[in-house]
């Protein structure tokens, strides 16, 4: 056995620093996280190994649980560990090792967190999960740190994008590995745009205007008014049905909000920024009657049929909604549209400035892949996770869901390559921003969209809503907001 281990030992050294490079390319590896050290694969791999086979049969399975969420298009979530399984299994035969790790997987659309934790109360909770939500898992106990893992295999995630690794960190330790990341641009039809007499030089150089801010979201606002009063679209914005960073945090970011206080971990709410951004919102429901006022409960399905169809001149999304337009069947005609219908028909941009004098942003929310605090082979997991993020792995996930990797050296993989859509896209990530990470946060969405709701539909003036979301924010969240 110890000869076998060996043996593997070294296959896994091989195929472990070819995915931390991507397979053929080079990369100037990345500072670790504080305190992080490398070591060999060799023998950490070998150490794991070991362990597992010391309590496994030697003809023995493995089985390892993943569960994730998302829409349509993200179940590489948990494909990827399946094909990561593989991998490890194809280096198991290669070394004469007699044990597989056999992968469970599920994947929902909805009810994820009541199944999560219906599953741990039961003690049946899946090895790795898939989602967002890290501080509310990291202080339920639902997951463990993975700091000592992660200077054990850096060689292996040396190229994660180092940014990320803020979004997987919560009280001073490391958490989960980034599974994606995203940008939320603002979409557009440019055939709204044709009939408007735009020429396809003014069409094609809005998104580069629009980074300039030099068109605002007061112009667009003007143009979507003028596309319906001409009969060309029912609405001239869309936005998502539920508390999301599109584009509600977004808004309130580009007028000088903050959600944390980098020194306490408090959530944050400038009022002035927050009452600016309601008033936004006021106006295009109320005032230019642009965006539909009951927009909050609308159907995912709705929104999407109606800005495939054309019924909707702007719609604040994500990137991922580029492949999700080309696999399900919205169009009403056509069904699931192609990229070349999408070149012809859409446009993206970031989302604009406000109004002059502001800046475009984007917004960025990680997914996340996590290590169950039930896992009977935490050690195994992680390494699954390290091989299901690899530079193969994450391009196909990119690609397929139209997210951007979380790897560096993804960019250049050959299936990474073939995407001109996210290599177009990728630029945003320079104007990205990202939500806070605290426990109570949810309290903090829930008071947002009632003010945001009751706003739009014209109940609460601006001004009423805000002062109504800082009472309920200062009852639910006592000492855990600061309020500027």
């Not at 931390?20 to 490398?38: E, N, R």
């Not at 060999?40 to 003809?59: D, L, M």
């Not at 892949?369 to 196909?396: G, M, R, W």
């Not at 560096?408 to 630029?427: C, F, G, I, M, N």
């Amino acid at each position: 056995m110890t000869q076998k281990l060996t043996i593997l030992g070294a296959i896994l050294l091989v195929i472990g620093v070819l995915v931390g490079v991507g397979i053929g390319y080079v990369l100037k590896p990345a500072a670790p996280p504080s305190g992080a050290y490398t070591t060999t694969v060799t023998q950490t791999i070998t150490q794991t190994v070991k362990e597992s086979a010391t309590a496994t049969p030697a003809a023995g399975e493995i089985k390892i649980t993943v569960w994730a969420s998302g829409s349509p298009v993200d179940v590489t979530r948990v494909n990827n560990i399946e094909a990561a399984a593989e991998i490890l299994n194809k280096m198991l035969e290669a070394a004469g090792v007699n044990v597989r790790v056999v992968v469970e997987k599920r994947y929902f659309r909805s009810d994820y967190m009541e199944k999560l934790t219906a599953a741990f109360a039961a003690g049946e909770a899946p090895d790795i999960i898939a989602m967002k939500n890290l501080a509310t898992l990291a202080d339920g106990g639902y997951i463990i740190p993975l700091d000592d893992y992660v200077k054990k295999y850096w060689i292996l995630l040396e190229d994660v994008h180092p940014s990320l690794w803020n979004a997987v960190k919560y009280k001073g330790k490391i958490w989960g590995i980034p599974q994606d990341t995203e940008a939320r641009p603002l979409y557009f039809r440019k055939d709204v745009l044709r009939a408007l007499g735009w020429t396809e030089d003014e069409i094609n150089t809005l998104p580069e205007k629009i980074r300039k801010s030099e068109v605002t979201l007061l112009d667009l606002i003007e143009v979507a008014r003028e596309a319906m009063d001409k009969g060309l679209v029912k609405w001239g914005f869309y936005h998502r049905p539920n508390f999301g960073g599109t584009p509600f945090i977004i808004f309130y970011y580009q007028y000088g909000g903050i959600m944390q206080d980098p020194e306490t971990g408090k959530l944050v709410l400038v009022k002035s920024a927050m009452l600016k951004m309601l008033q936004l919102l006021y106006k295009m429901a109320q005032e230019s009657k642009v965006l539909p006022p009951d927009m909050i409960g609308t159907s995912w399905r709705k929104i999407h049929s109606d800005f495939v169809n054309g019924r909707v001149f702007f719609w604040f999304g994500g990137t991922w909604h580029w492949s999700e337009w080309q696999k399900v069947p919205y169009h009403e005609k056509l069904g699931n549209v192609t990229e070349s219908w999408l070149r012809e028909n859409v446009g993206f941009a970031l989302v604009p400035a406000p109004e002059s004098g502001l800046s475009p942003m984007t917004l960025s929310s990680p997914y996340i892949y996590y290590v169950t605090s039930q896992s009977k082979h935490p050690e195994l997991a992680f390494l699954l996770i390290a091989l299901a993020t690899s530079a193969p792995l994450d391009a196909k996930h990119a690609v397929d869901s139209s997210h951007l990797p979380v790897r560096q050296v993804t960019v250049d993989h050959p299936y990474y390559q073939k995407s001109e859509y996210l290599k177009e896209v990728a630029y945003m990530l320079s104007y990205t921003s990202y939500e806070p990470i605290h426990p109570k946060y949810d309290a903090y969405k829930n008071a947002w969209i009632a003010a945001i709701t009751k706003v739009e539909k014209g109940e609460l003036t601006p001004e009423e809503a805000l002062n109504e979301m800082v009472n309920t924010l200062k009852t639910e969240l006592g000492d855990q907001i600061i309020i500027k």
